[in-house]
């Protein structure tokens, strides 16, 4: 056999019983869930911005980060909504590389799924009792969605996952956002595709069980930027390309026609500094044009405490080990910046 059965792992019940949600963070969840979701109804004008780590890799590091973020956040909660970004699952490009928390606890160790899933679920819900802000995480395997169903208020779809049947389908059972990001080759209507399949009810097989879901009226689009034939990245924030993608929202029965701006990997070619400009700049169509300010409900920002990458094992406290990052005096200059522009 192909195949080498390693161990058994907990069911995300078993999970979820040794190490539960409060019932005062419940409470917490519940209300952030319902202020994020009427951003995408168009009950509320706030601004979301999803920010933090590329990936988290440190717990220490990543609740430290987001106990800062909660401070912001008391600082500009009349006009945005913070979302921490705690990325416990990482796509990789070729299949090589540090793959996340969840499958890989210690970024310098081995591969222990069972300890990984424990070191996610308590950073997760640490961070939540030091900041008293849900997080956002990408759904990269479909099947882990029962074990953060309870501490999450936003999933991401990857640009690598958004054409799969199974990932649409899982998200249209989810109760809280499900941004789909526009594939690498940059097609929006691959996008909007995945966004009506998740909006609508599907009948599948989902972890040995025959399930059905009711559809996601909180999916949308998640605009990254691209890839061309040559490997050179396409940026699709401009003024332009969210004329575009409103034309295209108009074209389709889809509700809540939303966009989040992605404002790293291909829209700046991974330069991590150009996320002030590209943020500005989002903000700024939104104030030229009433419709796209109505489309465009937040921006993502890859942060982390300090600015950069470095290698695993060079230790540096609160520096990326994946993609490189905004440091943490710019995003909080930023984060203030958007307050007063959105």
Known sequence: MSFEYIQKLPTPDEIREE?????????????????????????????????????????????????????????????LILIPRIYTNKPRTTGE?????TSQPDPEGKTDFHAGLIAMRHMQIKAIEESGLTAADEMLYPENWGYVADILSYVAIGARSVEDQEHRMTASGFDVPAGMKNPTSGTFSVMLNSVYAAQQSHSFVYRGYEVTTNGNPLAHCVLRG???????????YHYEDLSLLLKLY??????????????????????????????KEVLHSRNLNSDIKGLVKGVMIESYIEEGNQKIGDGIYGKSITDPCLGWNDTERLILEIAELA
């Open 19 to 79: 190490f539960p949600l409060t019932k005062e963070l419940a409470k917490l969840k519940k209300e952030r869930d319902q202020e994020i979701a009427d951003v995408f109804t168009g009950k509320s004008n706030k601004f979301l911005v999803i920010v933090g780590p590329c990936s988290a890799d440190n717990e220490d590091a990543v609740c430290d980060y987001v106990s800062r973020l909660g401070k912001v956040n008391e600082k500009v909660k009349d006009k």
């Open 226 to 236: 691209s890839s061309n034939k040559h490997g050179q990245s396409l940026p699709n």
């Open 97 to 101: 590389g540090y793959k996340g928390i």
């Open 250 to 279: 108009e074209q389709r029965e889809i509700v809540n026609p939303a966009a989040i701006i992605d404002a790293n990997h291909n829209n700046s070619n991974k330069q991590y500094k150009e996320q002030i400009r590209i943020v």
